[in-house]
């Protein structure tokens, strides 16, 4: 079949199709269709419009709840630096005031430290919060903390160490053989690693302070 044919016959269709109207029709039909496009448009508008609204509200509330956990997050370590720096210091006095005075006055031809039983848990607050540690943004306080404390633990470690060579040198002292030279020289030894370790964890805690 002839396609102009058909377009003719669709077109005549069409105009027999209008011409049923009349102006007046025609006129509310444009009109209804044209407030039927604003109604349209004015919904998709006020949609995009609560839906901005919405979101930005939504991002707002994130930053809020993102900014209270920041806050309680900083609360948290300073808590935990508080307590730290407690436990260092009475650490500290418990030092000054068993064993500075010996080690700082330390003769080197005797060589010699009293006895002083250090074996409790001298950092519980430390060690059961290490994490918290990384935490801490300022790089150079976190730095000296873990310096300080370090050295704390090596002080204590090497004293309970020389409180063992003394109750070996004890015991030895009663029998035939005497004490020998090594454990001698272990304990001369142990007493200026000791004096060290005193010194630069001194340093370290006042410049803490």
Known sequence: MDPAFLLKQLLHAISDFCSQFSPSAW??????????????????????????????IQFE?????RLRERAAERERILVFLHAI????????????????RPIETLDPKKKLLPYWPCYQSY???????????GLIENEILRTSLVRTFMLAKRLIDQYQ???????????????????????TYARHAGAFALVATYQSLKTSVEQSA
């Open 61 to 65: 509330e994130a930053e809020l709840h």
């Open 27 to 56: 006129l509310l039909s444009v009109t209804s269709a044209f407030a039927a496009f604003i109604a349209i448009t004015g919904a998709l508008l006020a949609a995009r419009f609560a839906y901005r609204n919405a979101s930005k």
């Open 85 to 100: 720096r407690e436990e260092l210091i009475q650490l500290w006095l418990m030092m000054a005031e068993d064993i500075a």
């Open 123 to 133: 950092f519980s607050i430390f060690d059961s919060n290490a994490a918290q540690i």
């Open 161 to 183: 160490n020389y409180n063992r060579i003394e109750d070996k040198m004890t015991v030895r002292a009663s029998q035939p053989l005497g004490i020998p030279a090594d454990t």
